[in-house]
């Protein structure tokens, strides 16, 4: 007869549950606007006058936080004296709390990939702690977080 041990590995859950993602964040409307945002990877219009390149012709993108797109220096000048973008422009993996990032490259959570989520503070090096809906957090490296919308230039903040 053998005898059967309790169980005293806790069961793993899953962090966090889909049905939560980005609950409570934002308004509909702001959300739907960020989404948009976040799926901006590659861009075809200049950040600054709009313009339109040419097929196969690139957008010089900022160098320093390669979030901005532009068709000339005269525009990447103008955007970050006039435009405010001096103001907003950081290193990438550099967050702030109030920031709006999406979650990408996640192995093992891939449900998490795509979604938005508020930057709460450091945790560790390169670790940040993450709102992914309304009071519930949970922490990421900075490799799986890219900036959408900094707190700076949020638009649903009072
Ligand atoms: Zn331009
Ligand atoms: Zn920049």
């Given at each position: 007869m053998v005898e059967i041990e309790a169980l005293s590995v806790p069961l793993l859950r899953p962090q966090v549950p889909s049905s939560d993602s980005g609950k409570g964040l934002f308004s509909p409307a702001v959300k739907e606007r960020y989404l948009k945002l976040s799926r901006k990877t590659k861009?075809?219009?200049?950040?600054?006058?709009?313009?339109?390149?040419?097929?196969?012709?690139?957008?010089?993108?900022c160098s320093k936080c390669r979030r901005k797109a532009y068709c000339s220096v005269a525009c990447q000048s103008q955007d970050w004296k006039e435009g405010g973008h001096k103001g907003s422009c950081r290193p990438r993996k550099d967050f702030r709390k109030g920031d709006v990032v999406v979650a990408q490259s996640i192995k093992s959570k891939p449900e998490l990939n795509g979604q938005l989520m508020v930057v709460m503070g450091l945790v560790s090096e390169n670790r940040w702690l993450v709102m992914y809906a309304k009071g519930k957090s949970m922490s990421l490296h900075a490799d799986k977080l890219r900036l959408v919308v900094p707190v700076e230039e949020r638009e649903d903040r009072e």
């Open positions: 861009t075809s219009a200049c950040d600054c006058c709009g313009a339109v390149t040419a097929e196969g012709k690139k957008l010089q993108m």
